[in-house]
Structure formats: C-alpha cells, structure tokens
C-alpha cells in the first residue's frame, strides 16, 4: 500500500511528516519555498490520514514501516527528514532504526518522551458531524466550534473536509481507526533507541510539548541535537511563525 505524497521541486530529497488529524497540505508553503533552493520536497500523507490508505494498524512502527517502504519504491536516500508533532514521533523512530538513510533529521515541538492522551474533545467533535445533515464548511464550522473554540485550530482541522460527491461532504482521515488507537499517538521512543546524525529540535515559545525537562531526554537519544525556539508560536510554529521556522531550518541545513 503506497503512500500519497505531493512531490515539489527537485534536488536533495526532503521529506516532510505532518501531525495527528493533518495531511503534507498543511506544509505547502514552506514546502514550495525549501523546493526553490534546491530541494525535492515530499509533503507525505500518513497512513489513515490525508489521501494516504485507510487501514486497521494504526503505530508508529506501521508509519515507520510505510515510510520506508515509499523511500525504497522512489528511490530516494540520503535524506532530510522533518516531522511535526506525531511525524515528529515517526522521523525520530524512523532515523533511530535507519540511521544510514537520514542525512539530516528535525523534529518539530515534539519530544521522545510519552505524552497523555489530549485529544478527546477534537476527536468527539469531528465525530458529531452528522453528514446526512451538513451542507456547506460554514456549517461544519459552527458544529465543530461547539467543541473546539480556536479558529485557528479548527481551520486545520476542516482541512480535512472534502465533496465526497455532489451535495456529500466527507472526512479524508480515518475517524474511526484514529479514535480507537489515539493512545498510540503519545508513546515514547524506546528506551534505548539512539541516532548520532545531525538533529534540529525546533520548539514554539508558546508550546508546552518540549520543557526544560525534556532537554536531557532529547540529549540523551539524540546526542548531535540542538534545540531552536521560535518565537511567537505554540504548537502549530510552523503555521504560526513561519518566516523564522523556514529561516531556523535552512540556518541548519546549510
């Protein structure tokens, strides 16, 4: 089962892991600008989410699995591998467990250590769409808003809205396998899992995901790390700051 992945630009591949209940879309723009400065940037669907498959499996060694099975097919190695959040997760089990084919990895607001489950109420909004009733985005808003209260977070969740088919609004992920195995979004990296390779922790100044406590955990599975805080950002840093993020990687990169 293949992988859907945008494909832009050309030269040294760079692939990009988008976050639980996201898809590659969410990174176009920083996708197109590293495309124009010499990279072949994939912006990746994982599994059950985006246009990628929908499947029963749902774990970081499944999406593990997938990606290396999508590098293979196309060929690419050598590669620069960013993840957010839950493709955070993936790219550093990803660069622990094939360390020869990562050249550069970062990591966006994400540690290796476990997190609690914490997204119940997104979860049982985009659940209480009753899409018999919803016509239009504007009304799935208005529901959702009942649930989610940010704007900001709930137009990146209506991304994944779609026309099914005339008058038939859809979910592109996959609710019901996501729901059921939302725990496995927070699990740590194992114990003893290490990569040496270049590694850039970028963390929003707003965002509680990466504390001073989690810099000895980083270290210590990632010991050619450093850590970058964007400011002005939370969680979403990339969406939130973009010109310092794109700037934070490329200092890197180069």
């Not at 990562?102 to 909004?125: E, F």
């Amino acid at each position: 089962m293949e992988l859907y992945a945008n494909v832009l630009g050309e030269g040294k591949p760079f692939i990009i892991l988008h976050g639980f209940l996201g898809m590659g879309d969410n990174w176009k723009t920083l996708g197109q600008q590293f495309s124009e400065i010499g990279y072949e940037v994939h912006l990746v669907d994982q599994r059950n989410h985006g246009r990628s498959f929908h499947d029963d499996n749902f774990s970081y060694e499944d999406m593990v699995n997938d990606l290396k099975h999508y590098l293979e097919t196309n060929d690419l190695d050598d590669i620069v591998l960013l993840g957010h959040s839950m493709g955070g997760k993936t790219a550093m089990l990803f660069a622990t467990q094939y360390p020869e084919m990562v050249n550069k990895l970062l990591v966006a607001d994400i540690s290796p250590r476990y997190y609690p489950i914490h997204h119940d109420t997104i979860l049982n909004g985009l659940s209480s769409f009753d899409f018999a009733e919803l016509k239009s985005r504007g009304e799935a808003d208005k529901q959702l808003a009942q649930y989610v209260s940010d704007f900001g977070t709930r137009q990146f969740l209506l991304k994944n809205l779609y026309w099914k088919e005339k008058g038939q609004l859809a979910l592109r992920m996959n609710l019901d396998v996501l729901k059921e195995h939302v725990a496995e979004v927070g699990e740590s990296l194992p114990m003893h899992a290490r990569f040496e390779g270049n590694t850039l922790f970028l963390r929003g100044d707003k965002s509680e995901y990466i504390g001073h406590q989690d810099e000895t955990i980083i270290k210590n599975h990632f010991t050619n790390s450093k850590i970058v805080t964007i400011a002005n950002a939370g969680h979403w840093l990339h969406a939130e700051n973009p010109e310092d993020f794109y700037d934070a990687v490329v200092s890197f990169l180069n």
